[in-house]
């Protein structure tokens, strides 16, 4: 078959979805191209032009963000919030208008909202989880006799109802294809500041109580090897511009014998590229970590903190304690190895007293590469431990929908947001991005 793999992303990240699953299907013995509409200068005419040319049977649709928030000084907070639905709905109706092709939606912002998304689009079939193996195998049903509704993790919504099958995780992670970076237009994603990213295990022991992902993965890591993450990074960079890249693992140093074996593995085979990752858990960063990954070619890290305050890190079950986050700035500013870090501010039980002990901490630190304030907690799935909490608390009416992104901020901080903001604004090296200003702000207005 004819597969086309479109990435509805239009803000600036990897498209390492789209990548993993166009390499996925490739393998699966059918002609695949990527269509990325980050890099999209008109987006109905190349779209348009990409479907005449190609003539897909399928196409793959990646939907990653369903809500994004971006800096804008004149929005309230500072922060404008972006409803991404209608970009993806254009997509679509692009899609439609150019190609009789089978529509098959997926990605990490399908999952959530796998019903809400084919109702909206008025589409009939998605697949939810991981795509390497659940989308080879629909291909191949479809192919045969258009029987789709076992495939794991299939969402088939017919004349208003719905099937569903439980997603399937990928044991196997050694065993998948190579992310198709192949297909992508490197030279683009560089002028757009992406870098290429890949993930070097799957799962979370965590279960941080505003994280869907230790439910989504799994508690128990699955870890690819060395000798298969340097495969990848080999792979990725024969046809990328630049000699770095990232890894997107929701925690690159948990478990931390699987990190170090990387970054051994990094220097034994002679390190030539460079290594980021934005999620460094504060969490055995000590100095001898530091020296092995700046040793095994890392240029950054981002640690996320989220809080520093023992009552909130206990509250939000993040596993470490304040003693921890001090250890890993103290080991991280030592080093010398370029560092940024992130705070998340609002969950349940934020009062003004926690927020002012995170940020005594911090004040302790100078971060290099600054430190980015999350104000508000998104509610996506029922997955967060907080959505369930919320609704019995009453503070989130079961009839409220979760695909409108409703967002927590603890009512102990919204009193006084506005002084937050601009506390915050006037740190040094501090950027602050409000979750959903928007709401926030027309909610203080109505007080
Ligand atoms: C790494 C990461 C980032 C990095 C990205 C940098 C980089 N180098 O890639 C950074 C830190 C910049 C980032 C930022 C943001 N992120 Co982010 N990020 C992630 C993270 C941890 C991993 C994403 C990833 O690449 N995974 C690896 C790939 C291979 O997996 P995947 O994309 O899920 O694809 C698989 C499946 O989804 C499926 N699939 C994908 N496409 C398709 C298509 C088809 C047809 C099929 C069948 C299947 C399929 O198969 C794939 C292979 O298994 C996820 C959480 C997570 N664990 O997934 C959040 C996540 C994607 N981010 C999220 C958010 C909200 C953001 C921000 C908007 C946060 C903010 N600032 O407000 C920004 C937006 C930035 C942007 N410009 O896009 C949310 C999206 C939620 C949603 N539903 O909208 C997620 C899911 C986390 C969460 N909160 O739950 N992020
Ligand atoms: S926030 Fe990170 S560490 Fe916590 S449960 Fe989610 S993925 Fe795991």
Not at 48 to 65: A, C, H, K, Y
Not at 226 to 250: Q, S
Not at 365 to 384: A, K, M, N, R, S
Request: with cysteine.
């Amino acid at each position: 078959m004819r597969i086309l793999i479109v990435s509805t992303n239009t803000l600036p990240a990897a498209p390492s979805g789209p990548a993993y699953v166009a390499g996925a299907v490739r393998q699966a013995g059918h002609t695949v191209e990527v269509f990325d509409s980050l890099l999209a200068a008109n987006l109905p005419q190349e779209l348009g032009e990409t479907l005449q040319r190609f003539q897909p049977d399928v196409v793959g649709v990646s939907i990653r963000l369903v809500h994004g928030d971006v800096q804008d000084a004149a929005a309230p907070f500072g922060t404008r919030y972006l409803d991404l639905r209608p970009r993806v709905k254009e997509i679509i109706d692009l899609i439609r208008q150019s190609s009789p092709a089978q529509i098959v939606l997926g990605g990490p912002g399908f999952t959530y909202y796998a019903r809400d998304w084919l109702a909206y689009l008025d589409l009939d079939l998605g697949i939810c989880g991981e795509g390497e193996a659940a989308f080879p195998q629909l291909l191949e049903r479809l192919t045969a006799d258009g029987e789709v509704t076992s495939v794991p993790g299939v969402v088939v919504r017919n004349a208003g109802s719905f099937a569903s099958q439980p997603f399937q995780r990928v044991e196997d992670l050694d065993g998948q294809a190579l992310p198709a970076y192949d297909l992508f237009d490197w030279d683009c994603y560089a002028a757009h500041g992406v870098l290429p990213a890949i993930f070097t295990k799957r799962g979370c022991a965590m279960g941080c109580t505003f994280c869907p992902y230790s439910k989504l993965e799994g508690r128990r890591y699955r870890l690819k090897s060395p000798g298969r993450v340097l495969a990848e990074v080999r792979h990725t960079l024969a046809y990328t511009p630049a000699r770095k890249i990232m890894f997107c693992d929701n925690s690159f140093n948990v478990p931390h014998r699987h990190a170090e074996a990387l970054c051994r593995a990094f220097i034994d085979q002679g390190t030539d590229f460079q290594w980021g990752t934005g999620d460094l858990k504060p969490v055995g960063v000590s100095d001898a970590f530091c020296r092995l990954m700046q040793d095994a070619g890392c240029f950054y890290a981002n640690l996320s903190i989220e809080s520093a305050s023992e009552t909130m890190l206990r509250r939000m079950k993040r596993g470490y304690t304040v003693r921890q986050v001090r250890e890993s700035l103290e080991a991280l500013s030592r080093s010398g190895l370029p560092f940024g870090a992130s705070l998340m501010f609002g969950a349940p039980g934020e009062t003004p007293e926690t927020v002012a002990e995170t940020l005594r901490v911090m004040a302790d630190y100078e971060i290099p590469l600054g430190v980015w304030v999350t104000v508000g907690v998104y509610l996506w799935t029922d997955l967060q431990d907080i959505v369930p909490e919320l609704r019995q608390g009453g503070w989130l009416d079961e009839s409220r929908p979760l695909f409108d992104g409703p967002v927590y901020l603890s009512p102990a901080v919204t009193g006084d947001l506005q002084g937050l903001v601009a506390d915050l604004r006037a740190r040094p090296g501090y950027t602050v991005q409000v979750n959903r200003a928007d709401l926030l702000a027309a909610a203080l207005l109505e007080r």
